[in-house]
């Protein structure tokens, strides 16, 4: 199939319209970088160069791209049923993926509650945790809790408890807030290879909040298990044991934002699990469906779901909440397909697997030019470069525009590059996105 042939051609006339999220939009329209097909490990970029997909898109097409189970299964569905209304109507394969998700989450997490993203299921969990304590007669707790250099998407509640400057400056005050400490800390962990060993005791910043603003009024704390957005942040051993026993002794629900971490990206189902650490939540979204159609979840423990169905008198809706696309018939479709593909090729265990590998091939990079420490845990590393002075992130972007010159997709975040591959990349191809970094960081200025 002659793929440029089918595409609308983007020129001078038509680039203007479009506003780009989180884009520089002038500068990018002045030299447009665009992508036109992808397949597996590679996408192509509309001048025909295959480009090296070193980051899941943005850390979602975890099972790689164009995976043709989940093609054939978005278009079986799309002719047989295109639309079932969310709310008081359903449709079998709602209720069929919800089983499947709640089967791969840990403990009693097991219901599941369907959005369209990342972010919705972040401000839908918020909701969830204010409601619940509301139904168990505790509707005092109102503030919500986050974390420093935390992001939580780009709802109200998500820039509330996100811990994102440049996130939030413009928007005014939302939602009660507070943050804890975050845990990034260059002296103590450079270089650090998984968890870091210093640092279990920032947990205990939430003690402080608790004295501050009295656990009477807290309803929940929202953390990433792994900070991806600001720079890949790996827990410190121990940190998020502790923030779950504070948490408990304080009658505060936990919630894990796992919209990166999930489905498979550090080598389990959720990063709960590799961390052995239990939440009330968990927020999911990306790997879902391998990002073929939009989805998220926020998937809860029992106790919580019950806590609904027990406050609200039969027949009554147990929670005002919902979208139009809950539980699209599409989204579905692609996340039943792509659940079958991560446990017939294994991924999780794929991922877990070639990690030591993805681990030994970054941390060559310690010692060039510039980079100031190396972090990674499961599929993914942080390569921080020093900031070039006066002109904070301007290196890691310049890095990021040779890499894709030189075939190979990264990205950035401040300056700090992060590194998150579909989790069927080869050993040669972790090895060519690595070495592909390491000579472009020393042809930066
Ligand atoms: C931890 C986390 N939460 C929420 C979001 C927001 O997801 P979306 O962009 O799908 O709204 C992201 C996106 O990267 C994320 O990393």
């Known amino acids: 199939m002659n793929v440029a042939a089918t595409l609308t051609e983007v020129t001078s006339n038509n680039i203007e319209a479009y506003w780009m ?8 329209k002045s030299a447009p970088r665009l992508l036109v097909s992808a397949k597996g490990m590679y996408y192509q970029s509309r001048d025909g160069r295959q480009i090296l997909d070193g980051t899941a898109g943005l850390w979602c097409v975890n099972a790689g791209h164009c995976r043709d189970e989940i093609v054939a299964a978005v278009k079986a ?3 047989t049923l295109d639309y079932a209304p969310a709310f008081q109507m359903g449709h079998p394969a709602a209720f069929e993926l919800a089983a499947r998700v709640a089967a791969l989450a840990p403990g009693d997490l097991d219901h599941v509650f369907f959005v369209n993203s990342g972010s919705e299921a972040v401000d839908t969990a918020l909701k969830i945790a204010l409601a619940y304590h509301q139904a168990r007669g505790q509707g005092s707790r109102f503030r919500l809790i986050g974390r420093e250099r935390g992001y939580h998407g780009v709802g109200f509640g998500g820039i509330a408890v996100g811990g994102i400057v440049t996130n939030r400056k413009a928007f005014g005050p939302s939602l009660a807030a507070d943050h804890i400490a975050h845990t990034h800390n260059l002296e103590k962990n450079a270089f650090s290879r998984g968890e870091p060993e210093w640092g279990a005791h920032l947990a205990d910043d939430l003690e402080r909040l608790v004295a501050l603003h009295d656990a009477s009024t807290i309803a929940a704390v929202i953390v990433e298990p ?9 827990p410190p051993k121990g940190y998020l044991k502790r923030l779950r026993e504070i948490c408990d002794k304080h009658g505060i629900l936990l919630i894990f934002d ?8 550090l080598g389990e189902s959720f990063a709960a699990e590799r961390f052995g650490v239990l939440p009330d939540m968990i927020t999911c979204a990306k790997g879902l469906t391998n990002a073929t159609v939009p989805m998220g979840g926020v998937i809860v423990r029992k106790p919580v779901y019950e806590t609904f169905m027990k406050a609200a008198p039969e027949g009554a809706i147990e929670l005002f909440h919902g979208y139009t696309y809950s539980g699209h018939p599409l989204a579905c479709a692609a996340g039943l397909a792509t659940l079958d593909v991560y446990r017939k090729e294994d991924l999780f265990a794929r991922a877990r697997k070639i990690a030591p590998s993805f681990e030994n091939a970054v941390h060559t990079l310690k010692g060039t030019r510039h980079v100031i420490d190396v972090r990674n845990i499961g599929l993914v590393a942080g390569i921080e470069l020093a900031p070039r002075p006066g002109r904070p992130t301007a290196r890691a972007f310049e890095t990021f525009l040779k890499c894709f010159e030189k075939g190979v997709l990264i990205r950035t975040t401040g300056d700090t590059i992060a590194l998150s591959p579909p989790l069927i990349v080869s050993e040669a191809e972790i090895d060519r996105i690595v070495q592909t970094i390491g000579d472009v960081v020393k042809s930066v200025e």
């Open 258 to 265: 796992e919209v990166i971490t999930g489905f498979g990206r």
């Open 21 to 28: 999220p989180f884009t520089a939009n002038r500068q990018f």
């Open 77 to 79: 569905q799309v002719e």
């Open 226 to 234: 792994m900070a991806g957005s600001t720079g890949v942040l790996v």
